[in-house]
């Protein structure tokens, strides 16, 4: 009932009123501000409260009304919209690789310090594949953590080789404290998603900020690996 009077009244009026948002802790805090800067700036009389946490909530339980996620989707009565592939790097600083040596190929990383990200378990194996060629490796530490950004320093530190979302690393391949190795590798592809109720009945304000969030998001999804070849690489582009 609230759904369908928020619905109507939200269609004649401008934009106004709550809205909650869940995502993840590293998404929220490196991505989010912009396009939410943006949004509040055309749309000031509306209000958003942010719910920053890596687990796994209840929209409807908990009365959210977007829920941005990193995974892939169980079968669940939500709506959802697939936004952009999230690309991720294997990736190490100039002086680990220069003490311990790049690695050529996924295999050899067993010889190195993998430093295990994961949501689900302690060790989650990494699966690379390249033209018909498959390898799994598995995580040995020092270090395993369910958010990426405490991996960042250590990596840049030289305590070892970590696979990260590109965006989570983004500012510091950008400036070559990380690099990627492994880049002719794939590795399986994680998707952002945006969730909502299955009530298709939601305010103007609502799906206006739905829209605006698979807008902007896409370019914030994208590889940093494109933009490392571009600066270091440039004939890689050309070909």
């Not at 294997?90 to 190929?105: C, E, I, M, N, Q």
């Not at 009530?199 to 304000?205: I, K, N, Q, T, V």
């Not at 900020?209 to 004939?235: I, M, N, W, Y």
Request: proline share 9%; charged share 20%; hydrophobic share 45%.
């Amino acid at each position: 009932a609230t759904a369908a009077t928020e619905a109507a009244r939200g269609d004649r009026l401008d934009l106004a009123g709550p809205i909650r948002l869940a995502a993840p802790m590293s998404f929220g805090i490196k991505v989010l501000g912009p396009p939410l800067a943006l949004f509040l700036d055309r749309h000031p009389a509306v209000e958003i409260e942010v719910l920053l946490s890596d687990a796994r909530n209840d929209p409807i339980a908990e009365g959210i009304d977007l829920t941005l996620r990193i995974a892939p989707l169980a079968d669940s009565s939500l709506l959802a919209r697939t936004i952009a592939p999230v690309a991720a790097s294997v990736v190490a600083s100039p002086d680990y690789l220069a003490k311990h040596g790049t690695p050529k190929h996924p295999l050899e990383l067993a010889g190195h310090r993998l430093i295990g990200y994961g949501h689900r378990q302690r060790a989650m194996p990494l699966h690379f594949h390249r033209k018909g060629e498959e390898a799994t490796v598995l995580p040995t530490g020092p270090l395993f953590t369910n958010n990426g950004d405490i991996a960042v320093p250590l990596i840049v530190a030289g305590v070892g080789i970590a696979v990260l979302p590109d965006f989570i690393a983004a500012g510091e391949l950008a400036s070559g404290a990380v690099v990627p190795i492994l880049t002719d590798w794939s590795l399986p592809q994680s998707h952002l998603h945006l969730l909502s109720p299955p009530s298709r009945l939601r305010p103007a304000r609502v799906r206006a900020l739905s829209d605006h969030l698979v807008d902007t998001l896409k370019v914030s999804c994208t590889g940093a690996h494109e933009q490392f070849v571009l600066r270091h690489h440039p004939a890689e582009i050309a070909l």
